[in-house]
Nanobody, 121 residues
């Protein structure tokens, strides 16, 4: 079993910053791609950013230049640094990871429980 636990969400004023963290634990042999998605009220979940094990990144257009995804492979942790936040960034942010099981050798996609980000004055 694999667990992803997010932290770092909260209330921030427009123009402010937040840093989200997501730590993976459990029966992990290796972690391939990791990423962040978000879901705003009344909207579908959407991609925010992804990062490969080697560090290659991809961002959704709305967050390019403002958000930075990074990871620490030794800690099985992915981060999302969010700067210049806007009210439209308000959403529940979910991390995800493609994990190869230490026991089975199979790879599966896992999701965290989500952390709320509210951007409001």
């Amino acid at each position: 079993q694999v667990q992803l636990v997010e932290s770092g969400g909260g209330l921030v004023q427009p123009g402010g910053s937040l840093r989200l963290s997501c730590a993976a634990s459990g029966s992990i042999l290796s972690i391939n791609d990791m990423g962040w998605n978000r879901q705003a009220p009344g909207k579908e979940r959407e991609l925010v950013a992804t990062i490969t094990r080697g560090g290659s990144t991809n961002y959704a257009d709305p967050v390019k230049g403002r958000f930075t995804i990074s990871r620490d492979n030794a800690k099985n942790t992915v981060y999302l640094q969010m700067n210049s936040l806007k009210p439209e960034d308000t959403a529940v942010y979910y991390c995800n990871a493609r994990v190869t099981s230490r026991y089975s050798g199979y790879s599966n996609q896992y999701w965290g429980q989500g952390t709320q980000v509210i951007v409001s004055s």
